[in-house]
């Protein structure tokens, strides 16, 4: 289990890097990460939550995405309807009101409770508009990006057993044949 638990980190870091990378994503903006433990042990998506394994991962990449200055989001599961964990000083930036509930790892998932565990001063909101996003194993982070969300590929396709999507947000294009873009 040691080697999968560092094959995971290991993966997990190379892949937010690219992401913080490749989606310009900027200090005081929010990454939302939306996991599945079950996945990433190779079982079905809320069927075998893996605390151990939420734990290995949060240890890996919540120090690359606050060392950027950026805020985390992690995704709760179906069973708190995807609300959030943030730090509250980021709700409180953003203007997203507080719900009241602590994830549990059969209630809300085992990353968003490692999540909320661990950060200073966690809340629970039910929405955001996050600037890029990691969904590892097929969690549906949509809801939570910004209007326009491009698909980003990265280097590593997979942690653990669980396909990986990512995306990075941009602003709405309006306008018509004779507008201009940068």
Do not use: W
């Not at 939550?49 to 950026?70: M, N, W």
């Not at 097929?138 to 491009?150: C, E, P």
């Amino acid at each position: 289990m040691d080697n999968f638990i560092s094959e995971v980190q290991d993966s997990a870091k190379k892949a937010i890097s690219e992401l913080i990378e490749v989606s310009q994503i900027k200090s005081g903006e929010i990454l939302v990460i939306g996991c599945s433990t079950s996945e990433i042990i190779g079982s079905r998506i809320g069927t075998n939550s893996a605390y151990e394994v939420a734990e290995a991962l949060f240890e890996a990449i919540y120090p690359i995405i606050t060392s950027k200055g950026i805020y985390l989001a992690a995704q709760c599961c179906e069973h708190l309807n995807r609300a959030l964990i943030i730090e509250s000083e980021a709700a409180q930036k953003f203007g997203y009101e507080p719900v009241c509930v602590v994830p549990q790892p059969k209630a809300g998932g085992s990353f968003a409770t490692t999540t909320f565990r661990h950060m200073n001063s966690p809340v629970a909101v039910e929405h955001i508009v996050a600037k890029a996003g990691l969904d590892i194993g097929g969690t549906l982070i949509g809801m939570h990006l910004a209007h326009v969300a491009v698909p980003v590929r990265l280097s590593v396709d997979k942690i653990g057993h669980a396909n990986i999507i990512s995306a990075r947000t941009r602003a709405k294009y309006i306008g018509g044949p004779r507008a201009q873009y940068e």
